[in-house]
């Protein structure tokens, strides 16, 4: 079973439609307990991050996630919000704690001039930093559909996986281990993205 | 590289799509169910659904079937239609939208665009914009799908949309609207220069040199369109060819 987490702020359903599509079983709960029956877990997440934060915390989420992943090394995606709730600390609408998987924060784009738009809208190019099992048959600087404000600065070179060029240049996937995040939406980034998600399927 | 986005629109009204000349005249064009999975194996940019029935009939968009068009469109969508409270936003993403579309409710209410982007991000809020241009060359909002005067200038109102926490802009020509004989560009002009989040033009799309023109002289980001992929043989897919050709960006 595919656990994907929902904290009332997202697009779920269409996380789940895409992972029935790549040939996963997805169960969409409320309820932190179900992770202990999850064979992988995907946060997804539209939304502020201080909102989900708030809600990830009090609901339980955060420990129960952190326990399945650094205890039992179940394969955890974070997809755009998603990727970010990984990191240490975030600070759209506020400060607040993250999972804390990938040490970092979460800071907004700045655009260069006044012709570079925020939010970073549409299809941009993912450049494969190193080798990372999310990328098998996915093309270098392929496109995927991004639509965010904030990115997740790690603090540690290792754990980039891939680049995008926007605002100069940002981090568009962290990898520590078995634990994921994309800044853009595999789900709605066609053919692509479900090779992605076939991807993350896969990692053992 | 960002690339430059061309959206086809689906016009939503009881039951089925439509496409009308200057928000009237609507025709019937189809259902929306196929009409979304030939725009997915087409790999097209983004798709943009909106129940143009809602708000004249005192509704929200049909959750049920946004879910269902959801369900077939690995693909970014937009829906819009009637959307006045945070809950109607709610609905609308977990259903599998990632965007909402928000016209008359924004009007009425300023406050929902705060309220919206405060909860769910700005990222997921289009403010869409309906203009139309009077005889002495003023431009004028109308909410209400087109019927209803608002008094409101459009660049101050997208300015205003924008700083409380609008994401993107869909910008409608009412005039041009189904007319296919180019977007207006000066009303794209003016308000794509006021704000600094992306703007979405649309309204009067008949050809892909339209389209590089809104984009090019009227500074849009992305370029909706309903009329040309709906009556004509062009698709999204040639339009973009044609950008490429004049070295726009585009995902091809």
Redesign the interface.
Known sequence: MILIVDH???????VA??IE?CGGSPLISEDPAECARAERIILPG???FH?ASGILHEKGWVSAIRREVLEYGIPLLGIC?GMQLLASTGT??GDAPGLDLIPGSVVRLE?PD?TV?????????VHQNQSSPLFADIPDKK?F?F???YHLVPTREEHVLATT??CGSFVSIVGSGKVFGTQF?P?????G??RMLKNFLAVC | MLKTRIIPVLLFKRYGLVKGISFDSWRRVGTSLPAVKVYCEREVDELVFLDIAATPEGRTVDVEEVDHLADECFMPLTVGGGIRRPEDVRAILRAGAEKVSINTGALENPGLIDEVSRRYGRQCIVISIDVKRHDDGRYEVFSHCGTQPTGRCPEEWAREAAERGGGEILLTSIDRDGTMEGYDIALTRRVSDVVDIPVIAAGGAGSSEHICQVLTEGGANAAAAASIFHFTQQTPREAKQFLASRGIHVRL
């Open positions: 009332g702020l997202c697009n779920v359903d269409s439609r895409a599509e539209v939304g502020s909102e919000l759209e609408g655009p006044k738009r925020i939010p970073h809208v549409g299809w941009n190019e496109d559909y639509t965010h404000s060029p926007y939406h789900e709605k980034s066609l053919g993205g479900l």
